[in-house]
């Protein structure tokens, strides 16, 4: 949409709005809009709901109603934007929900504990979330699980591939929180990398996939530990898996430049043959798992491909 800058008086310009976005966004011609300058010198306008908002900066958990629970909760306030968490029991906080939200906060990025007592816990979120790029967080984790890969066909070193699949999970969640955000809030979204709000889910779904590719990579590498070898089959296999998630690393120009031409049918014929002649009947499982994994990240990238396409040819 273009318009031209009127002049306003001696000292001041203004451009009207489309029609459409003001209905959109419920507004009339009394209403507050914001505007902010972002870094590439372009500016941004969006429909004044801080007030709304405010509730959502602050959260307080009583782990007493969430029980087993508590610790999704507090992701799920964290991925809302939350700020603020304030986690506390009526009576007391255990030792062991204690330990478990330690562990929880180690997988929230920019979240520190910064109070304690003995029956609350206050957590604060110090997260810049326009410097978060969706796309750069979807490249480090197939960066991650190409390394993982790596280690398996070289012989599985189990403490470097522990500790990328927790890097990855730590990623999952911070790109959960981006990805949603971007759904509530026009100024995430404009720095997120993610051109419309139609991309979100496939975004989450490809993210959230890529999170299950690790953990069977993890469980494939336990077992080819505990078989001491890699049968020749396997490693071909997962060679073809490398190669698809070292295409991920360069996301997302491969949605434009690639996924049209991924013939899913004529891929999953040849996988059966070549599963064929793995022996083991642990190594197959986890090996079809995976192919199944990368076959839904494939389907998720063909959609976006197409979503950018009708962007492109302003239909979304």
């Known amino acids: 949409m273009e318009r031209k800058i009127q002049s306003v008086g001696t000292s001041s310009f203004s451009v009207s709005l489309p029609k459409k976005w003001v ?12 505007f902010k300058e972002l ?18 900066k602050k959260f307080s958990i009583n782990v007493d109603d969430y029980k087993e629970n508590f ?9 809302l934007g939350s700020e603020e968490i304030i986690v506390y029991s009526d009576k007391k906080l255990s030792d062991k929900v204690k330990s478990e939200l330690r562990d929880t906060v180690s997988y929230m990025s920019g979240t520190e504990i910064v109070f304690e007592e003995e029956k609350k816990m206050h957590l604060h979120i110090l997260l810049d979330r326009a410097k978060i790029n969706a796309n750069n967080i979807i490249s480090r984790i197939s ?14 070193d189990m403490k470097e591939i522990n500790r990328n699949e927790e890097e990855i999970d730590r990623l999952y969640h911070l790109a959960s929180k981006i ?3 971007s759904l509530a809030d026009s100024n995430t979204l404009a720095t997120s990398g993610i051109k419309h709000r139609s991309l979100a889910v496939p975004y989450l779904l490809i993210s959230k996939k890529l999170e299950n590719v690790a953990d069977s990579i993890e469980d494939l590498a336990k077992i080819l530990k505990a078989n001491k070898g890699i049968q020749a089959e396997t490693s071909e296999l997962l060679q073809d898996i490398k190669s698809f998630v070292k295409l991920c690393t360069k ?10 031409s991924i013939h899913l049918n004529e891929e999953s014929s040849k996988l059966d043959s070549k599963l064929k002649r793995i022996k083991d009947s642990e190594v197959k499982t986890e ?6 994994l990368i076959h839904d990240i494939k ?17 979304l």
């Open 23 to 34: 209905e959109k966004s419920n507004l009339d011609a009394k209403s507050t809009v914001f």
């Open 39 to 56: 870094n590439d010198g372009s500016l941004l306008i969006s429909p004044a709901k801080a007030a709304e908002k405010e509730s959502l």
């Open 71 to 79: 610790g999704q909760i507090v992701f799920a306030a964290y991925y």
């Open 143 to 156: 960066l991650i699980i190409d390394s993982s890969i790596n280690s398996c066909l070289n012989g599985p």
């Open 179 to 181: 990805i949603l955000l």
């Open 251 to 260: 996301f997302p120009s491969i949605t434009s430049e690639y996924v049209f």
């Open 287 to 292: 090996l079809q798992r995976l192919y199944r």
């Open 299 to 315: 389907e998720e990238l063909v959609n976006l491909s197409f979503y950018n396409r009708m962007i492109k040819e302003n239909v």
